[in-house]
C-alpha cells in the first residue's frame, strides 16, 4: 500500500486538520464531534445543509463547506458512514432556527444512521428534512437492491440547494430543490484499478492489466461487469447510453455534464473524457448548458471516472451559477 | 447453572477478542462483495465496548446490553451499527433490570435482538444478511429450549445453526446492503455481516 | 497501461479538444498552431503572457489560460517541449502592441526552443521578455547540471504576472515580478509511483512495493535518491528541510504554500501532507499566509506531491488575491 | 565515386528507417536517465523528414540539409529538435549549392553541423551528450581525410568511432540535458542522444 499517509488509524483525522489549517476562513473542524462546520455556522434564519457519509472521497463532503453550499459534513472512518451522534451534533450546530436538511447518499448505512440521527434531532424539536440521492443507474433500482446508490448528483445537488438556503429559501423548498435535483440527474462509473482501504492494507478487487470494471460505486465495490479495456470513445458511450436511457434524456434537453475523476485519475484524462461526453451529446441533441471535470467525488486513488447527467431548467442554472465559496469549489466568489 | 450477568460480561470480552482476531477475514469478506470493511467496523465498535465495560461492571444485563448497543450505534457506522447497535439496545430494553438469566429471558433477549434488526433493517431471511445466520440460531435456541434440553446444549445447537446459515449465504444473491448492488455477481461468496453474527453464537460456547 | 485515452497518438490532441469544448467562454484551441490561446486575445495595449512545455502536466499550462492569468499556451508532445512555432504563433496571437513575456521552465529543451521562438518573434519586432524559473531545490544549481528544473513555482508565477499583466503593467515590471516570484519560490517533489508515457507504454522506472522516490522532476525522471516508504510527517521533512534551508526561509517570514499532487494522488493525501507542512513551518515561526492545494503541475498518473514555498509581501499577495478566472484556477471572479 | 544529392537523400531514408527500428531501444536508454521520449522524438522528427523529401527531390545538398533541419526544429521539440535541427540547418548552409560531395566538402558540413550543436546546446566533450559520439567521429574522418583514404573507409572510421564514443558516455557522468539531474546515479547508462548520433553514422556506411 502506498500512500501519503501517517498511519490508517489517523489519516481522516491527519486530513481534517489539514482542512482546518489550510481554510480557517471558511471551515472550523470540531474533534470532540468528528464534523466539518461552516465558519460562521449557525446562520441566523437559514436553513442548514449538512451532508456526511464515509471518507475517502475527499474533497466530498468536507471540502464542499463554507459560503454557499453546505453548513456542515460528518466524515465517518474510510468509506464508513458516519455514527448518528456526529450527524446530531451538526444538526444542532448549523440549526440557525429554519430548520436543517440532511442530503444522505442511499447506502443502507448512510439511511440507517442518519434516520436514527433524525429521530434524535426531532426529538430535540429541530426542524429535520432528509432527502436520500440516488442517481447511480449502474444499480438496477428493484426489489432485488437496496436501490440504486447516491453518486455525482449528490455534489451538484449540494451546491444547487446551499445556493438556495443561502438565498434563504425555507427548508421545504430546499427539501424539495434537492429532490428535483436528484429526479433529474444518472450517473454511472467505471474504474481501471482499485483503492486499497488504508486499514484494509490492500487492493479491494484485483483487475488485470488490460481489464476495467464498469458500474463501479465509490466505495472500491467492484462493478456489475468486467471487460476489457477500451478507448476512451467507447468508455464514454458504455456510460452514457445507460444514463441517457433512463431518464430519459431526450434531444433538445440541456444538460449540466460533471465528468469526475476518482481519485487516481489525471485531469488530461478527463478532459479526454469530456470530449467524448461531448461529441456523444451533440450526436444525441443534446446542449451542455454548464460543466464541472474534476476529481470531486472520489475513491481513494481508485483510477477511473463517472459520468452525471443533470437536467437544466433556469431555477438550477441560476443557482448553480450563484457564488460559492469553499475549499474544494468556488466561482463569483 | 443458570448464567448471570459476569457470564454475559465474559461473553462480550470474548467476542470482542474474537472480532480482533477474525477482523481481516471478516474484511475481506466484505472486499469480495461489500467495501471491505467490516471487519474494521466491527473491530473497532467492541473496542469501544471494552473500553465502556468497566463502567457497567456492577450493573445488571439489560444496563449492560444497552450500554452496549449505544456504542456500538456510536462507534461502529455503517449498516452494522445501527443493525448490531438496535439488536444490542432491544435485548436491552428486554432484559431490563436482570441479574440472572433463565433460558427463556435468554430467548426473549434474543427475539427482541432480532426483531430489532428487521425492523430498522427491513430485510427477511433469504437476502444474504446477518438474518440469514441470525434466523435459523433463533429457531434451533428455541426449539431445544422449549424441548427443556440442557441451556449448553441449546446454545450449542443455535451456534452450530448461525454457522450453518452463514456458510448458506454462500449461493445467495444479496437483495439487501451493499452486496445487492452486484446482483448475480453476489452469488459464491459469504456474507460478512452473517459471519460476525455466527462468531456471536460461537463465543457463547466456547471458552465455558 | 491503463488509461483513459483513445490512443497514444491522440491523446494530447483529444485533451485540447476537451478543453475547448468545456470552456470556449474562455480559451480556443488553435489546432494548426498546436496552442491554446485566450478567447479574446490579443487584448490591446495588454502584456501578453505565455508559457508552454511538454503536456502530460495538466492542468498546467493550458488550464490557466483565461482572464487573469495566461494569454496562451503551448503544448508540446507528451514530456516533450514543444517547438519554436507554436511559441511564435503563440506570441503573436496575443500581441496587444505592449509587448510577450515567456515564461519558460529550465529544461534544455524548452529554454533552446522557447529561444529559437524569441529570435523569430524579436525578427517580426514583437517584443519579447523571457524568464527561466528554475526553483527545484532538487537539483543542484551547479556547474555540473543544467541547473535547477522549473516546477511548481511557475504555477504562482503565471498567476502573479497574469494579474499585473491584467492590470496594465509593462513589459518590464510584469517580467521582473516574474523573476521576483522564482528568486522567492523554491520547491521539491517525490513520487510513490512512476508514470507511464503513453507512447512508450510502460513505467518510465520501476519503484519497488516498500519504495519512494525523493527529489523527483515532473517528466517521470528518476529522483536523486530511493528510499523506503515512510510516514506523511518524514516525507514532508524531506521536502521541506532542503527548500527551507536554500532560500533561506526565516522565522518570520510568511509564504504561500503550495501542496501539488503528482496527478494520482488524491485530495485526502494531500490535505494530510498540508497539515504536516503547516505543523513544521509552525515550528520554524513561518506563516503560512496564502496556500494551494490541488493538482496543478503534474506527471500524467504519477501518485507523489511536491511543495513549494513562496515568500511573500504585500505586492505578491495582493497580485496572488487578484481575481483569476481560467478552467483550473478561479476565484473573486 | 563521389557522393551525390541522390546518396544523401538515401542516407536519410535510411536513418528514417533505423530511428523507426531503434525508436523504443533509444526512448528505453532515455528512460532510464532522462524522460522516456529521445526515441519518440526522433522518429516523428524524421517521419516528418520522410514527408518532406519529395519536395527536395530535386534540389541541391544545401537546400535538402537546411529543410531537414527546419523540420526537425519544427516538429522534435525537447532539446533534441533544436540540437539536430541546428546542426542539420548549418550543414545545410554549408554545403548551401552543392550537388556533389567532395571529402573535404563532407568533412565542412559535419565540422558546421559540430559546431551548430555546440553554439545552440553550449556543451562540450565530455558532459554526456550526443557531442560524445559527434566528437570522436569528427576526428576520425578528418583524419582519415587528411590522409588521403578512400572515402568510404574515412566514413567507416568515423562511424566506429561514433559507437564507441557513444558506448563510452555509460561510465560518464552527466553534466548537461536531463541526465544532469540525476548527478552520479546518471553514471552507468548510455546516453540516447549520443546513440541517435552514432546512428546517423552508422547509416552513412550500411546499405552500400
Ligand atoms: N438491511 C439489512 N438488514 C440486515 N443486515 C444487513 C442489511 N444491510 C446490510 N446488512 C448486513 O451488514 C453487513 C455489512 O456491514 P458493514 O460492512 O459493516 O457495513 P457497510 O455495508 O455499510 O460497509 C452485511 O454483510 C449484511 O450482513
Ligand atoms: N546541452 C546539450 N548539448 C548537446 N546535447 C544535449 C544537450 N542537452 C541534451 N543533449 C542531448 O539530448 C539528448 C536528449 O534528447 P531528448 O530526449 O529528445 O530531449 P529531452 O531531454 O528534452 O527529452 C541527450 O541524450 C543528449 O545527448
Ligand atoms: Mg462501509
Ligand atoms: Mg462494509
Ligand atoms: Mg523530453
Ligand atoms: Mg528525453
Same mark, same amino acid.
Given at each position: ?15 481534517? !486538520?489539514?482542512?482546518?489549517?489550510? /481554510? &480557517?476562513?471558511? @471551515? ?13 455556522? &449557525? ?62 447518499? %442511499? ?89 486499497? @482501504? ?20 465509490? /466505495? ?39 465528468? %469526475?475523476? =476518482? ?18 451529446? *451533440?450526436? *444525441? ?5 454548464? %460543466? ?30 450563484? &457564488?460559492?465559496?469553499? &475549499? ?6 | ?36 470493511? !467490516?471487519?474494521?467496523? =466491527? ?12 463502567? @457497567? ?95 449448553? %446444549? ?17 449461493? =445467495? ?15 459464491? !461468496? ?19
Amino acid at each position: 500500500m502506498k500512500k501519503l499517509i501517517n498511519s490508517p488509524e489517523s489519516v481522516v483525522d491527519d486530513e481534517l !486538520h489539514g482542512l482546518e489549517a489550510a /481554510h &480557517p476562513d471558511l @471551515v472550523r473542524v470540531d474533534f470532540e464531534n468528528h464534523i466539518v462546520v461552516r465558519a460562521d455556522a &449557525p446562520v441566523v434564519g437559514k436553513v442548514g445543509v449538512i451532508s456526511g457519509g464515509g471518507s475517502g472521497h475527499e474533497p466530498m463532503h468536507g471540502g464542499f463547506v463554507g459560503r454557499g453550499m453546505l453548513d456542515a459534513a460528518c466524515p465517518g472512518a474510510v468509506f464508513t458512514s458516519p455514527v448518528p451522534d456526529q450527524m446530531l451534533a451538526a444538526t444542532r450546530a448549523v440549526n440557525g432556527g429554519a430548520g436543517v436538511l440532511h442530503i444522505v447518499k %442511499n447506502y443502507t448505512g448512510d439511511v440507517l444512521n442518519f434516520e436514527m440521527a433524525a429521530e434524535l434531532a426531532q426529538a430535540e424539536n429541530i426542524q429535520v428534512a432528509s432527502v436520500t440521492m440516488d442517481d447511480d443507474v449502474a444499480v438496477k433500482d428493484s426489489l432485488y437492491t437496496a436501490g440504486r446508490r447516491g453518486v455525482g448528483a449528490t455534489v451538484l445537488a449540494e451546491k444547487i440547494v446551499g445556493a438556495a438556503a443561502a438565498a434563504g429559501a425555507p427548508l421545504e423548498r430546499v427539501a424539495n430543490l434537492c429532490r428535483k435535483v436528484n429526479a433529474n440527474a444518472r450517473s454511472m462509473g467505471m474504474a481501471l484499478t482499485s483503492c486499497t @482501504v488504508p486499514a484494509a492494507g490492500k487492493p479491494t478487487f484485483e483487475l488485470g492489466d488490460d481489464e476495467m470494471e464498469i458500474g463501479i460505486g465509490i /466505495h472500491g465495490e467492484p462493478g456489475r461487469t468486467r471487460m476489457k479495456l477500451a478507448p476512451a470513445a467507447q468508455i464514454a458511450e458504455l456510460l452514457l447510453l445507460p444514463i441517457l436511457e433512463d431518464l430519459p434524456f431526450r434531444s433538445g434537453d440541456t444538460v449540466l455534464a460533471f465528468v %469526475n475523476g =476518482m481519485g487516481g485519475t489525471p485531469l488530461i484524462e478527463l478532459y479526454v473524457m469530456y470530449n467524448e461526453v461531448s461529441r456523444i451529446l *451533440k450526436g *444525441k441533441g443534446v446542449t451542455i448548458g454548464r %460543466n464541472l471535470i474534476g476529481s470531486y467525488i472520489t475513491s481513494l486513488e481508485m483510477a477511473g471516472c463517472s459520468v452525471t447527467l443533470l437536467k437544466l431548467d433556469d431555477e438550477l442554472t441560476q443557482l448553480w451559477d450563484a &457564488p460559492v465559496h469553499t &475549499p474544494a469549489l468556488r466561482w463569483r466568489a | 447453572m443458570t448464567p448471570d450477568r459476569t457470564c454475559v460480561l465474559a461473553w462480550l470480552r470474548r467476542s470482542a477478542a474474537a472480532l480482533h482476531e477474525q477482523r481481516d477475514y471478516l474484511t475481506s469478506l466484505d472486499a469480495a462483495i461489500g467495501d471491505a470493511d !467490516h471487519g474494521i467496523n =466491527m473491530d473497532r465498535g467492541f473496542t469501544a465496548v471494552l473500553d465502556k465495560l468497566p463502567t @457497567v461492571a456492577e450493573a445488571d444485563v439489560g444496563t449492560i446490553l444497552k450500554t452496549v448497543g449505544a456504542t456500538l450505534v456510536s462507534t461502529v457506522g455503517g449498516a452494522s451499527g445501527p443493525l448490531y447497535g438496535t439488536a444490542f439496545l432491544r435485548a436491552g430494553t428486554a432484559l431490563a433490570g436482570r441479574q440472572e438469566l433463565r433460558p427463556v429471558d435468554a430467548l426473549a433477549g434474543f427475539e427482541a435482538a432480532y426483531e430489532g434488526i428487521v425492523a430498522r433493517g427491513k430485510a427477511q431471511r433469504g437476502e444474504k444478511t446477518m438474518l440469514d445466520a441470525f434466523g435459523p440460531a433463533l429457531d434451533a435456541l428455541r426449539a431445544a429450549i422449549e424441548a427443556k434440553q440442557p441451556f449448553a %446444549n441449546a446454545l450449542r445447537a443455535a451456534a452450530d445453526a448461525a454457522q450453518a446459515g452463514a456458510l448458506a449465504t454462500t449461493p =445467495m444473491m444479496a437483495t439487501k446492503g451493499r452486496a445487492s448492488y452486484l446482483g448475480q455477481r453476489s452469488i459464491g !461468496h459469504q456474507d460478512p455481516g452473517a459471519t460476525s453474527l455466527a462468531l456471536f453464537f460461537q463465543m457463547m460456547t466456547d471458552g465455558k
